[in-house]
Structure formats: C-alpha cells, structure tokens
C-alpha cells in the first residue's frame, strides 16, 4: 500500500502538491486586493461637496454682472461660468454661483452630488453691513422668506437651461420688473452703499406692495410629474 502510494507521488506531481498551497495563497491574495481596489474606486468616485459657508457670499458688486443677476466659480473658473452665462443655455461649470438677489444664491455642486436639483444647492441668506448668513440650505426643500420653494420654481426651465430662470426659460413668471431688481440690487447692504435715487426708493416701495400679495410655489413637486 505504501509503495503504491510512493508511485503515483512522481517527483512532477510532489512539486505541483508543494507548489498548490503557496499558489492558492496567491490567487486568494490577488482576489482581496482586487477587491479592495474595486472598493476604493468606488468611494474615490462618490462626489464631494464644495464647502460653502457665511463667508462664502459675498457683495453682488463683486461678482460678474450678465444681463440682470450676478455670477461666480468658487473653483476659481469664473471665465467658464461667464461664458454659460452670456451664451444663454448650457451645462454651468462644478463651483457656479449664481444670485439674482442679495438674499438668495444658487451654488453648482460637483456632478451626481443631487440628481434632482442638476446638482444646484440653493441658498437661503441674511445679509448685513457685517456680512452674509446663511439662514437655509438643500436642494428640493429650500423655502424662501416669501414663501416660495427654490426647486419648484427652477425645475420648470427647459433642460438646456440647466434650471436657471430667466425670461422664456420656462419658470413661471413673477410680478417683478427689472426696475425693481436693480433697486434690490443696489440696496445690498454688503457692499458700499451707491447713491439711491428717488426712482430707486420709489421701485423699493412698489415691489413691497408686490411682495405682500405674491404667491409662489410652496412645496417641491413630486418627481416623475
């Protein structure tokens, strides 16, 4: 019995018995480190958001005036977010600011940070001669001091719009006329106060008695509506 045992043990079939243990080490050592690899690409690719805080807003004087509301790139791109601003439509870049108003911002998170929004979180703000503070922040659930929620108004832009609102995008319209903003605008208490005309006090007065009959959408629509 031990001789037959002997026999079939041939000196190519011993190495392949002393070989197995240090080859199966092998192979299960290459499995976990693909695995681990395949796991670390997976958190690598989970997007991360741009750190925003009170600091991070600043007087509208101070960013890139297109048309009638202001733009700027936490990132650093502010000539990419420009160029999508004075085109009119397109995709804004990762880090986008966008303000129409003092007291309310849209900032562009990186892509895939909120499908619903297209990545945008909207800012609900305190502005002061001091500085901003951020009273609110989200993205479908942001309700503004008017009553008004962020997302339900910018989710009606057409696609190539990339939810921002302005004439013929597709928003609803409110009952604020262009003279009224720049009255708003120029009210900013961050930045250094120019010359308020009597044109100026006068649209102020007008949009308050707007402001106290206005009514927008209060909650997020639901999706796939």
């Known amino acids: 019995m031990e001789a037959s045992m002997r026999s079939e043990l041939t000196p190519t079939n011993q190495r392949q018995t002393r070989r197995n243990p240090a080859w ?3 192979v299960a050592f290459g499995a976990a480190s693909l695995l681990a690899l395949m796991a670390g690409s997976a958190i690598a690719a989970e997007p991360t958001a741009i750190p925003v805080t009170d600091s991070t807003f600043k007087c509208l004087g101070e960013m890139t005036k297109v048309r009638h509301f202001f733009v ?4 650093g791109d502010t000539k990419a977010t420009i160029a999508v601003a004075e085109k009119g439509s397109g995709d804004y870049p990762v880090g986008s600011v966008v303000q129409l108003i003092p007291g309310e ?17 909207f800012f609900e703000l305190d ?18 001091r008017f009553g008004g929620n962020c997302f339900a108004c910018h989710v009606k832009a057409r696609p190539e719009f990339d939810m921002v609102c302005e004439l013929e995008h597709g928003c609803d319209p409110i009952p604020i006329t262009r003279r009224m903003l720049a009255a708003v605008q120029k009210s900013d208490p961050r930045c250094a106060m120019p010359a308020m005309t009597e044109d100026d006090q006068q649209a102020l007065k007008e949009l308050d008695e707007v402001l ?10 639901k999706q796939g509506t």
């Open 72 to 75: 700027d790139n936490l990132n």
């Open 105 to 121: 911002a849209m900032v562009k998170q990186p892509k895939g940070f909120n499908a619903a929004t297209r990545d945008w979180e």
């Open 24 to 26: 199966n080490g092998l």
């Open 212 to 221: 106290k009959t206005m009514t927008m959408p209060a909650a997020a629509p």
């Open 127 to 144: 502005v002061a001669k001091e500085g901003s503070t951020i009273r609110k922040r989200g993205f479908v659930d942001v309700v503004n």
